[in-house]
């Protein structure tokens, strides 16, 4: 569901503008700042500054509860929500993994995801949910447990800054320890390429849609992997096995096309199926439909 911000707001989103941003800690308060002063903008008032602090009205709340002001702007009720209602355990798992490498223009998948794992994790952060950081390629690589605590958020951004490229992935590895130790229900987002066996991938996912989590999957693509713009015979590299191969581009690119469109349609369908949100993120877009995606599914734990 797109949303509609203005000028200001759209630069910075922009993923090539967030990565001439000094440091990971600014670039995720720019971004979430940015997000959240486009959605006062938007028609989606219920999910701007308010989300943290309010929820929607439900059959049975006190009505002395409502806050009037915020009716007053949004034409929904709200009430003032306990500190108790926004204690979610929320964990971002990150690929690493060599593909994630790629990058056809200013943003590597890994820089992209790196920004949008920081910006969730200050808006997580924001309202009060305990954040918790896995890196990831054949191996967890990091791993800092969820926590509300002061400084924690701080943890998390110095664990981004300090990431390296890592080797073959596995994504479905870190799924099933995950779900092996979660103790509570909770929110889990993972941001991968998913260049991986897409059937140990779902089971994964599933395995911890078992375990009670509201998940959310960022498939990031380069708009080049995307598109296949190339028309002249070309050396193409795998970036996890150093393998090689010659094509000419014009003779595979409906067939690699259409690869991409069946893999995204069987990972729409499959996890739908389940109840996992799937979104397909064009690593050269603005950051903003990613960071609405994942509070669409944040909201409905309200």
Known sequence: MPMKVTGGEVR??????????????????????????????????????????????????????????????????????????????????????????????????????????????????????????????????????????PGHLRSVLLALNQLSLGTRSNVAKPLHQLADSLVKRGVVVLLSDLLDDPAKTIQGLKHLRFRGADIVVFHLLDHDELTFPYDRLTRFRDMETSEEVMAAP??????????IESLVSHYKRELGLVGIDYQLVDTSKSLDFALMSYLSTRSRRQ
């Open 12 to 149: 910075f989103l922009d993923p090539s503008v967030v990565a001439r941003i000094g440091s990971m800690e600014l670039r995720a308060r720019t971004v979430v700042e940015g997000f959240l002063s486009g959605l006062h903008r938007s028609p989606f008032k219920g999910f701007s500054v308010e989300f943290a602090e309010y929820r929607q009205y439900l059959p049975g709340d006190d009505l002395s509860t409502i806050d009037w002001k915020v009716y007053a702007r949004s034409d929904r009720y709200y009430v003032k929500k306990f500190d108790e209602e926004t204690n979610v355990e929320c964990h971002l798992l990150l690929d690493v993994s060599g593909s994630m490498g790629y990058g056809s223009r200013d943003v590597t998948k890994l820089a992209y995801g790196s920004y949008l794992t920081a910006s969730l994790a200050y808006l997580m952060n924001r309202q009060r949910d305990a954040v918790g950081f896995i890196a990831f390629d054949d191996n967890i690589v990091t791993h800092l447990p969820p926590s509300a605590r």
């Open 250 to 259: 014009l003779e595979v690119r409906d067939h690699y096309l259409g690869e």
